[in-house]
């Protein structure tokens, strides 16, 4: 479970200390989704720089020029790709015709080898998965609304996306993974993260938590595009890939209370439901617990919710088996 981040400071609105600390602040706050890399795309002297290293978050010195002012950020929990080898991690840079750009992902994606072969894409030595993605855009003449479409609809997985070009555009591809993006139109800045805790968290400590700005909405097939000069424009993806995993992978409490153990099996051992293991044992969650949630009815979505609550798996588990032994034993 990784966590993108990122600054659009259109209107120049801070200076570049006070951007090096949103970001150091930003992802500090995002280590709770990985620490085994972090990685900051920016654009300087026209041209494409992305600093990245197998570090935690709080051990990394960005030192951003003075006219960069839309940074896009990544930290990484390894999946796919060893975190030492530096260039399986976070962001990738690319190039889609004629235009450079760097890319950032958060989640899984299931059919990175599949999409290689069959496309007889070129061998990487890249062993991230994210890096199809890449892959898919460089195939493309244009970098576009167009051609990110096209690379999203051919995903199979979890994913929310981005992508900064050298034009200074920051697309956002908002799959099923999450995602809060925060607009400061007084101000002239946009901020974003992976999740609204995240968000909300370095906003306190940053003291902007009292300023109005708007909140976002992405969903999931959305495809954001924010210019240099802070104009917002969108078009869409078609989900279907997504909506059919989404479907298979639905929790039914009458098709689970009813199947054999074998049966769900399967669900259980789901990308979804495996990267919400890994993230929930890093941070000291038993699988065991994990299970104990799904199986109750909370979503993959519910239980993600929660690690990010303080005690909130362990009251939540509580509430289960009181129920659980308040009904006899039965549930």
Not at 57 to 71: D, F
Not at 74 to 94: C, D
Not at 186 to 193: H, L, T
Not at 199 to 227: H, M, N, P, Q, W
């Amino acid at each position: 479970m990784c966590a993108i981040f990122g600054l659009i400071d259109y209107r120049n609105y801070f200076t570049k200390h006070q951007r090096e600390k949103v970001l150091k602040v930003l992802s500090k706050e995002c280590e709770v989704r990985g620490t085994d890399a972090t990685g900051f795309a920016y654009i300087h002297d026209g041209r494409l720089s992305v600093f990245k290293r197998p570090l935690a978050a709080h051990k990394m010195r960005l030192r951003l020029p003075l006219e960069s002012n839309i940074v896009m950020g990544h930290t990484r929990m390894a999946t796919q790709g060893n975190k030492f080898e530096n260039y399986n991690n976070h962001p990738f840079s690319g190039m889609c015709g004629s235009m450079p750009f760097a890319l950032a992902h958060n989640g899984v994606l299931h059919n990175d080898e599949k999409l290689r072969k069959d496309l007889k894409l070129p061998a990487t030595r890249i062993a991230t998965d994210s890096y199809i993605a890449v892959q898919l855009l460089e195939q493309k003449d244009t970098l576009d609304f167009d051609s990110i479409a096209q690379m999203a609809e051919q995903l199979e997985g979890s994913f929310t996306i981005t992508v900064l070009d050298v034009a200074k555009n920051l697309y956002f591809i908002k799959g099923d993974n999450p995602l809060a993006l925060y607009h400061f139109e007084r101000e002239g800045f946009y901020i974003y993260a992976s999740t609204a805790a995240i968000l909300d968290c370095a906003l306190i400590t940053l003291g902007l938590v009292t300023k109005f700005y708007a909140e976002i909405d992405a969903k999931c097939g959305d495809i954001l595009r924010i210019s240099p000069d802070g104009e917002l424009t969108s078009a869409k993806f078609n989900t279907a890939k997504l909506d059919a995993l989404d479907y298979y992978y639905s929790y039914r409490p009458y098709w689970w209370t009813h199947a054999e153990p074998e049966d769900y099996a399967e669900w259980f051992e789901s990308a979804a439901v495996k990267e919400l293991k890994q993230f929930a044992s890093y941070i000291g969650v038993s699988e065991k617990d994990i299970d104990l949630l799904l199986e109750y009815g909370y979503t993959v979505d519910d239980v993600e919710d929660l690690l990010y609550i303080p005690e909130g798996v362990e009251t939540a588990v509580e509430e289960i088996l009181c129920e659980y032994a308040y009904c006899g034993g039965e549930w």
